[in-house]
């Protein structure tokens, strides 16, 4: 029992700062959307002059942040599921169909985060066309002397990153599950839910 | 065909709890590892980063940003007071205000959660102080916060569009009247109850002493005008004959005369109503603008969803910041991060329905499944009415959005091609699906309606049942009437030679 406290203590603290770090780094993205899309609506509308890249740069915000934060909502609250049936079978039965469940959705994250690495360190890494532009529009690679450019895998990484976050909140969750088939529910409570994510906050 | 059978295997892992997301992608990913198609396990992989890598998506983190700023900025006290101004009066007030509250706040927020949780906190105890029983407060506030989905801007709109390919502005259009026809039927039903239990008195003003400072004064006078203005608008062109050659000078000049009705018509009601009606009224008006930048913007064809989704958080931030400063920058972060999280799972979902989708096309099992129901019969009122059923029952247990997500691609195609229209079934599957939300066992607002009032699932599950009455009823209404759902759409162009009239009416002609 001791060690497998010590093993959740890691994961706990692990998770639990890489997830407030998450939902830092999606606040700043949801608010850097709205910001660019204002933008786009400035120069639109305004200058009637539209820009090559405030979409693209809003979506790839938007990939980010998906991936950035709902490991939070999976975590603390889980993903949309039906329980119902869960209230309806004998507690050991319940908890032994929450493991089952948590483990499927550790594989599936597993064979998902296989194909996003794939798919991110693929020979075909594309310029971003609109984003380079960007770079090149605010002379950001003059100012700093740097020769950066914008591939699309760097948005693909956002779901590997994704991925790698859910898959370390399933193995915490799969062990929690699995200490509480042992030495029961009470030994090990679930996390405790951030402020933020209470329902009338 | 062994993959098709992976339909049975995701609807097995939704009974046992798996969550939507990984269930869409554990059951068809697992049959196509059967059937030996590994390949395309990575083109579900890669229809998922596809799914959500699109610009519309953006509205659904826009309107929930909007809608959260609304609800912390204080707008809901401005909405209430001004719905108890309009409709306070009347025999179960307190009821019929929390209605129009809901209708008024559905026009800026998307969702029904926000809805019962803004509304509910305030409404609920104001009304159980007036004497209403906490169980029937709770119960009327799930049930109308259902329009918020329904009348537009609407998250499962936006997701129902892009996963259907259907035009969101058709759709925004098409939500208006089934919208207001859900709240005049609550309405209706609350006033025969008001009779039949003896509902507490009216009173007119809940909230008393109000004041307005002469800056909000002066603009919220400037934009009542100018609304109302815009709306004479077309009966001036109409109306004023007189035609000037040089169009700028033409518009001006039936604009500056819907400007002096407007204004008659502004000093005809100073004399009619109070001084603290006018102010309640005024202090309504910058609220009210959000609705009419969205609607006005998408509708009119002047911006994007997103676009207009965008301007929504920007004026919403400026009305909390700047205007009435009821927020302050430090509460931005738990606003942004509030709405990401919640955007986030949904976009997640729209990413895996659109794997789901690719499977659903790769197994043939739409056709099939439309060869059975035909099998059963082919009478399209008849087959309506067994959709509406199964529709009823998957909202029952499932959240409208997932649901939308998961039967949209397998039901839609099937009707489409009995000659349903695209609009008119998604503002069936949208009504049905977002009732849903208020019906017990796993209604979603049923279970923020306990914990905003305090009142159990179960009470509340019973108080609501005369309100589920009615909305059931609306829902056969525009599943069998089409022009309510496509009356709108087709009236601004956006719906092309649709039979608005549907099967009964067209019976009779």
Request: net charge positive; charged share 10%; proline share 5%.
């Amino acid at each position: 029992m001791k060690t497998i406290r010590a093993v959740l203590a890691m994961f706990d603290a692990i998770n639990t700062r890489a997830l407030i770090l998450g939902r830092a780094i999606g606040l700043v993205a949801l608010g850097l959307m709205v910001l660019v899309i204002l933008t786009q609506i400035f120069f639109r509308y305004v200058l009637n002059n539209a820009l090559p890249w405030p979409e693209e740069a809003a979506r790839a915000l938007m990939i980010w942040m998906m991936a950035m934060v709902a490991p939070s909502a999976y975590r603390y609250t889980g993903f949309v599921s039906i329980n119902m049936l869960h209230e309806y079978i004998p507690a050991r039965l319940k908890n032994y169909l929450i493991l089952s469940i948590l483990l499927l959705c550790t594989f599936v994250s597993i064979i998902m985060l296989q194909h996003a690495w794939t798919h991110f360190s693929s020979p075909l890494l594309f310029d971003s066309s609109g984003l380079n532009r960007l770079l090149q529009d605010t002379g950001i690679n003059q100012l700093l002397g740097t020769q950066i450019q914008f591939r699309t895998a760097y948005i693909y990484l956002a779901m590997s990153v994704f991925l790698t976050l859910i898959l370390m909140v399933s193995l915490e969750l799969v062990m929690r599950q699995f200490a509480r088939i042992i030495w029961g529910n009470e030994s090990f409570p679930s996390p405790k839910l951030p402020n933020v994510m209470a329902v009338n906050s | 065909m062994i993959l098709a059978w992976f339909l049975p295997l995701f609807l097995i892992f939704l009974m046992i709890g798996v969550p939507v997301y990984f269930a869409m992608l554990a059951a068809p990913g697992f049959m196509l590892y059967l059937n030996g198609q590994e390949r395309d396990i990575a083109l579900m992989y890669r229809n998922i980063f596809n799914g959500i890598d699109n610009g519309v998506l953006l509205a659904i983190p826009f309107f929930m940003l909007a809608g959260e700023l609304m609800n912390k900025a204080g707008i809901t006290e401005r909405l209430v007071a001004f719905s108890q101004t309009i409709i306070g009066s009347v025999r179960g007030g307190l009821a019929q205000v929390n209605i129009l509250s809901s209708m008024l706040f559905a026009g800026m927020s998307g969702s029904a959660v926000a809805d019962t949780s803004a509304l509910g906190s305030m409404l609920i105890p104001a009304m159980e102080k007036q004497g209403y029983t906490r169980k029937f407060a709770a119960a009327i506030t799930a049930a109308s916060s259902v329009i918020g989905p329904i009348i537009p801007p609407s998250g499962i709109m936006i997701i129902y569009a892009y996963v259907m390919e259907v035009s969101v502005a058709a759709l925004f259009a098409g939500g208006i009247i089934p919208g207001i026809l859900v709240g005049m039927g609550l309405m209706i039903m609350t006033r025969l109850m008001a009779n039949k239990y003896e509902f507490p008195p009216a009173k007119r003003f809940v909230i008393e002493g109000v004041h307005i400072s002469n800056a909000e004064n002066f603009v919220a006078r400037v934009i009542a005008r100018l609304m109302l203005a815009t709306v004479l608008y077309p009966l001036a062109i109409n109306v004023i004959t007189i035609q000037i050659a040089d169009h700028f000078k033409h518009v001006l000049f039936h604009f500056t005369c819907a400007l002096i009705v407007t204004e008659i018509l502004f000093q005809i009601q100073r004399r009619l109503v109070s001084n603290e009606f006018r102010i309640v009224a005024k202090r309504a008006v910058l609220p009210l603008l959000t609705p009419v930048i969205i609607l006005g913007g998408i509708l009119g064809g002047v911006a994007t969803p997103t676009e207009a989704s965008a301007l929504a958080v920007a004026y919403s931030a400026l009305l909390g910041l700047i205007i009435l400063r009821s927020i302050n920058l430090k509460d931005l972060g738990p606003i942004l991060v509030k709405s990401a999280i919640t955007s986030s799972v949904v976009l997640l979902l729209v990413g895996a329905a659109m794997a789901f989708k690719t499977v659903v096309s790769l197994s043939h099992i739409a056709e099939d499944l439309a060869v059975y129901i035909l099998a059963l019969t082919n009478n399209p009122l008849l087959l309506l009415l067994l959709i509406n059923l199964l529709l009823f029952i998957v909202g029952m247990f499932l959240d409208a959005g997932p649901a939308i997500i998961i039967l949209g691609p397998i039901l839609a195609p099937i009707f489409i091609d009995l000659g349903i229209h695209p609009v008119h079934f998604a503002m069936i599957m949208s009504v049905n699906l977002t009732v849903g939300l208020a019906t017990p066992p796993m209604g979603l607002v049923l279970f923020v309606a306990s914990s905003v009032s305090g009142v159990k699932v179960e009470t509340i599950s019973k108080a609501i049942l005369p309100f589920l009455a009615v909305e059931i009823f609306v829902i056969f209404l525009i599943t069998y009437f089409p022009v309510i759902s496509l009356g709108i759409p087709s009236w601004l162009g956006f719906v092309k030679d649709a039979d608005l009239m549907g099967p009964i009416v067209g019976s009779f002609f």
